[in-house]
Each structure stands twice: as structure tokens, then as C-alpha cells.
């Protein structure tokens, strides 16, 4: 009977775990995955608002999205003909997008002010990551 009875005790054990661990791995502020469609939108936002160059083309990487808050990185180059022939010019920022209103940290002194503004603390080392690829 203690034999069953331990079984048993272990046999729920691993199934709380288990539940336990399938259940922290949902959450709501990350997404496993956005539909095209849920990407074309956050793409043409950032395209329409975002980037300072005129005719761009962005490609977008989106870090977490809570409630209508979407955190990301966007980097954007111009698609018109008259760009491919000089310096390839790019224009890669990081985004917090409220809805349909997207805000971007100032260029220069500010800069990191703003991003301690608009970012959680745990995707500030991912900021960090990109801005210093950048700079290679």
C-alpha cells in the first residue's frame, strides 16, 4: 500500500510539473509567432512613420508585444534607383509601436534617455546588440 501510495504522490508530482512547465512557456508577452498579415501591418507602420528615409523598404524583428505594445527593431534602406548607384544608406532603430502610434528614440545626446523611457529593462540588452552591430 506505501508503494502505491508513493507512485501515485510521484505520478502527480510530474504531472504538475509538466503543466507547470507548459503553462509558464505560454505567455502572453511573447509571441511564438506573428500571422503575415499582423507583420505587413507593423511593417507599414514603421515604413509610413518610423524611418527617415524617403521610398524605404523595412524589414522588421519584433522583440515582445504586450497587450497593443510592440516592441522591436526595424531596418530600413531606400527602394528607389537612384540610391543603389551611391553609398548605400540605412536607417535601423529600435520602435515601440502603441497601437498605430509608433515612437522611436531621438538621435544623438537623448538617445539612451529615450530608450530607458520607452523600452522595458529586459530588452535594453537586445537594443544594445543591435546598436553595436551597427557600429562594426
Known amino acids: 500500500m506505501g508503494q502505491k501510495f508513493g507512485r ?15 503553462t ?3 505567455s502572453d ?14 511593417v507599414k507602420v514603421v515604413q509610413d512613420q518610423g524611418t527617415v528615409l524617403d521610398s524605404a523598404s ?3 524583428e519584433v522583440f515582445r508585444i504586450e497587450g497593443s505594445t510592440t516592441y522591436g527593431w526595424a531596418t530600413c ?7 543603389s548607384g551611391t ?15 509608433l515612437r522611436r528614440p531621438e538621435e ?14 529586459d530588452l535594453r540588452s537586445a537594443i544594445s546588440q543591435h546598436t553595436t ?4
Open 24 to 26: 509558464s512557456c505560454g
Open 29 to 42: 508577452n511573447e509571441p511564438l509567432s506573428l500571422s503575415d498579415q499582423e507583420l505587413a501591418d507593423v
Open 77 to 83: 534602406a531606400p527602394t528607389n534607383e537612384d540610391a
Open 58 to 60: 523595412c524589414q522588421v
Open 8 to 22: 501515485l504522490s510521484l505520478g502527480i508530482s510530474v504531472v504538475l510539473a509538466i503543466s507547470f512547465a507548459v
Open 133 to 136: 552591430g551597427l557600429a562594426k
Open 87 to 101: 553609398a548605400t544608406q540605412v536607417d535601423a532603430f529600435p520602435f515601440r509601436l502603441d497601437g498605430q502610434d
Open 108 to 121: 544623438g545626446k537623448n538617445y539612451q534617455k529615450d530608450i530607458e523611457e520607452l523600452f522595458p529593462e
